[in-house]
Nanobody, 125 residues
Framework: VQLQASGGGPVQAGGSLRLSCRFS????????MAWFRQAQGKEREHVGT?????DSTYYVHYPFDISRDNAKSTVFLQMNELKPEDTAVYYC??????????????????????WGQGTQVTVSS
């Protein structure tokens, strides 16, 4: 499985940006997909997860939105009302869909088997 994130760049505060992550090397609908971000000097944090069939989302950072197009093997992160504190490298991640006893664990990096290379988002005030 390979993940390729794109769509990052500079944006002014209050603006919007949509990130994409292209999945290859497997059956996309069999994987839950997540976005994480890491600001300079800080730990990586969870931004949101979407189930393999797209019916459920988990712990999506407001006012962002996560969606997917299984026909195009792509997951999206729509980021609205951006603030300077949203500046970070954004990563997409994938986990094979399976039972999880605690949905809170979807916020943890170690449940995801595959990671993309990251795309930089810089929000200026």
């Amino acid at each position: 499985v390979q993940l390729q994130a794109s769509g990052g760049g500079p944006v002014q505060a209050g603006g919007s940006l949509r990130l994409s992550c292209r999945f290859s090397g497997g059956t996309f609908s069999h994987y839950d997909m997540a976005w994480f971000r890491q600001a300079q000097g800080k730990e990586r944090e969870h931004v949101g997860t979407i189930s393999g069939n797209g019916d459920s989302t988990y712990y999506v950072h407001y006012p962002f939105d996560i969606s997917r197009d299984n026909a195009k093997s792509t997951v999206f992160l729509q980021m609205n009302e951006l603030k300077p504190e949203d500046t970070a490298v954004y990563y997409c991640a994938a986990r094979l869909s399976r039972f999880i006893d605690d949905y809170g664990r979807l916020k943890m990096e170690d449940v995801y088997e595959y990671w993309g290379q990251g795309t930089q988002v810089t929000v200026s005030s």
